[in-house]
C-alpha cells in the first residue's frame, strides 16, 4: 500500500460506509488551488486506467461523516510502498478489487503510526489531510 506524504499521513480508526467500482474522480478546490493543471477535470475524470482512483474506492467515515480519506486503487504502481498520497491508502488495482469484494457491510479500518526499521515510533502528522475528491459519488453503494 501507499500512506500519505509528508503532512498528510492519518493515523486511528475510521469505517468504511460507501463503496464504488471505477469511481469518477473529482479533485476538490484545495488540490485545483494547489495543482491548477487539474482544473481541467473540476467535473469529473472519467474512470479508468489513468484514474487516479483506480478500479474501486472504499469511502472511509467517522461518526457518520466522509473524511474525505480513500482506500482505493491507483494508476501510479511504483508509489506503492511509499508514502505518496494525500493521505488515502493506495493499493494495487488488483488488491483494491480483491478487498473491495470482501466488504460487504460496514467495515472498521485501523490506520498505525509508522513503526521505524528499531521497531520504535516515528512522528506523523494527525493534521486534516487534503481531500482526494469531492465528496461520495450519489451512485456509490451504501454498506449497512
Keep these: 500500500v501507499s500512506l500519505g506524504k509528508a503532512g498528510f499521513g492519518w493515523t486511528g480508526s475510521a469505517v468504511v460506509q460507501a463503496r464504488k467500482k471505477w469511481p469518477v474522480w473529482t479533485p476538490p ?3 485545483i488551488q494547489r495543482r ?3 482544473a481541467k477535470y473540476k467535473d ?3 474512470p479508468g486506467p489513468q484514474s487516479p482512483l483506480g478500479a474501486r474506492a472504499l469511502y472511509l467515515f467517522r461518526d457518520g461523516k466522509d473524511t474525505m480519506y480513500r482506500l482505493h486503487g491507483t494508476p501510479e504502481w511504483d508509489s506503492i510502498g511509499k ?3 494525500s493521505g488515502c ?3 494495487m488495482n488488483q488488491d483494491i478489487i480483491d478487498l473491495y469484494s470482501r466488504v460487504n457491510g460496514v467495515a472498521q479500518v485501523y490506520v498505525r503510526p ?3 526499521p528499531a521497531g520504535k515510533l516515528t512522528a506523523v502528522s494527525n493534521r486534516t489531510a487534503e481531500p482526494i475528491d469531492a465528496g461520495v459519488p450519489r451512485d456509490a453503494e451504501i454498506l449497512k
Design 44 to 46: 469529473g475524470m472519467p
Design 36 to 38: 491548477p493543471e487539474l
Design 89 to 91: 491508502v493506495r493499493f
Design 29 to 31: 478546490p484545495e488540490m
Design 114 to 116: 509508522n513503526l521505524s
Design 83 to 85: 508514502n505518496a498520497s
